[in-house]
């Protein structure tokens, strides 16, 4: 008797817990799936592409990552894709197109040439294989589209060809590409006219700025400070163009009888 009226009190309980449980599952049912999805915050990335780090993984720019680095041209990368709304193609030479190059021409080149052939090199917008066919000729470039820096492609299916005028080349394969930033490989350095064609008549304008400091100078000057500074100045001077220096001497000279 006593069992049979204990069963009950102690299964109400439990047939309570039972259900308070299983009602709390389905009602976790539906909030339990949108819980994982958090766990889609690791492929978010944790902050701006770096570009350096994607050549260094890919193992054929060494010599594209170090310009980058010394030029300070992947700082400024990594601020400019710290914006989400700026798009970004970047051409990238491989090892064995700067190798390409003759020897001694890149370290010949000054800072501001270097970051300009980088910047050669930056399409300012993303560019999958299927967007170049949209470009119109030339294409602009973060060098600037002035006629020192032209840079032309043309398409075929999915063959992509690259002119400066100097160098006809093609991508040759995709390194790295999201929604912002597409890196392509490029088998030679894109050599851009304003910094690569062949000037008329380097030597020449040289000299005669030097020439032209010497005269203003003297002219600037009163004569005695002029023929003293002359006096001290000749014994290099005739070293380097004697006949100017003997020829300023003598005007000085008779400056002084006078
Ligand atoms: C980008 O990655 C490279 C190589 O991993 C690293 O040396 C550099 O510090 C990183 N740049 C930034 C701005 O985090
Ligand atoms: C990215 O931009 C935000 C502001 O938009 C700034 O607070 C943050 O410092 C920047 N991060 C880097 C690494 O430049
Ligand atoms: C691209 O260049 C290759 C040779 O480098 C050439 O055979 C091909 O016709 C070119 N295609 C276009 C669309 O210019
Ligand atoms: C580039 O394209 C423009 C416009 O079509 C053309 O005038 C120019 O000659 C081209 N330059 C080269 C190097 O192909
Ligand atoms: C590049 O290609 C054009 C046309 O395909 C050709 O006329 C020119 O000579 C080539 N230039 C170089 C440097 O190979």
């Given at each position: 008797?006593?069992?049979?009226?204990?069963?009950?009190?102690?299964?109400?309980?439990?047939?309570?817990?039972?259900?308070?449980?299983?009602?709390?599952?389905?009602?976790?049912?539906?909030?339990?799936?949108?819980?994982?999805?958090?766990?889609?915050?690791?492929?978010?990335?944790?902050?701006?592409?770096?570009?350096?780090?994607?050549l260094?993984?890919?193992?054929?720019?060494?010599?594209?990552?170090?310009?980058?680095?010394?030029?300070?041209?992947?700082?400024?990368?990594?601020?400019?894709?710290?914006?989400?709304?700026?798009?970004?193609?970047?051409?990238a030479?491989?090892?064995?197109?700067?190798?390409?190059?003759?020897?001694?021409?890149?370290?010949?080149?000054?800072?501001?040439?270097?970051?300009?052939?980088?910047?050669?090199?930056?399409?300012?917008?993303?560019?999958?294989i299927?967007?170049?066919?949209?470009?119109?000729?030339?294409?602009?470039?973060?060098?600037?589209?002035?006629?020192?820096?032209?840079?032309?492609?043309?398409?075929?299916?999915?063959?992509?060809?690259?002119?400066?005028?100097?160098?006809?080349?093609?991508?040759?394969?995709?390194?790295?590409?999201?929604?912002?930033?597409a890196?392509?490989?490029?088998?030679?350095?894109?050599?851009?006219?304003?910094?690569?064609?062949?000037?008329?008549?380097?030597?020449?304008?040289?000299?005669?700025?030097?020439?032209a400091?010497?005269?203003?100078?003297a002219?600037?000057?009163?004569?005695?400070?002029?023929?003293?500074?002359?006096?001290?100045?000749?014994?290099?001077?005739?070293?380097?163009?004697?006949?100017v220096?003997?020829?300023?001497?003598?005007?000085?000279?008779?400056v002084?009888?006078?």
């Open positions: 008797m006593m069992k049979q009226n204990l069963q009950p009190l102690f299964s109400l309980p439990l047939l309570l817990f039972f259900l308070s449980h299983c009602t709390r599952i389905s009602a976790q049912g539906p909030a339990a799936s949108p819980n994982p999805v958090p766990a889609a915050d690791a492929p978010a990335p944790p902050g701006p592409t770096n570009v350096t780090k994607i260094e993984k890919s193992g054929n720019f060494n010599l594209l990552i170090r310009l980058l680095k010394t030029t300070q041209v992947d700082t400024q990368l990594y601020s400019q894709l710290n914006d989400s709304n700026s798009r970004l193609t970047i051409l030479p491989t090892d064995a197109a700067f190798s390409k190059l003759k020897t001694g021409v890149l370290n010949s080149l000054t800072d501001s040439q270097k970051v300009e052939l980088l910047q050669f090199h930056l399409l300012p917008d993303f560019l999958s299927s967007n170049f066919q949209t470009l119109s000729n030339p294409v602009r470039t973060q060098a600037g589209d002035g006629f020192e820096y032209p840079l032309n492609i043309t398409t075929s299916g999915n063959s992509v060809n690259i002119t400066t005028g100097l160098v006809n080349t093609s991508i040759s394969g995709t390194v790295y590409s999201d929604n912002q930033l890196i392509y490989q490029l088998d030679s350095v894109l050599q851009p006219y304003g910094i690569f064609a062949p000037k008329p008549l380097p030597p020449a304008p040289a000299p005669s700025p030097e020439k400091k010497h005269k203003k100078k002219s600037e000057d009163s004569p005695v400070a002029a023929v003293k500074s002359a006096a001290g100045s000749v014994v290099c001077d005739l070293s380097r163009n004697g006949l220096s003997i020829g300023v001497a003598v005007v000085f000279v008779a002084m009888v006078l």
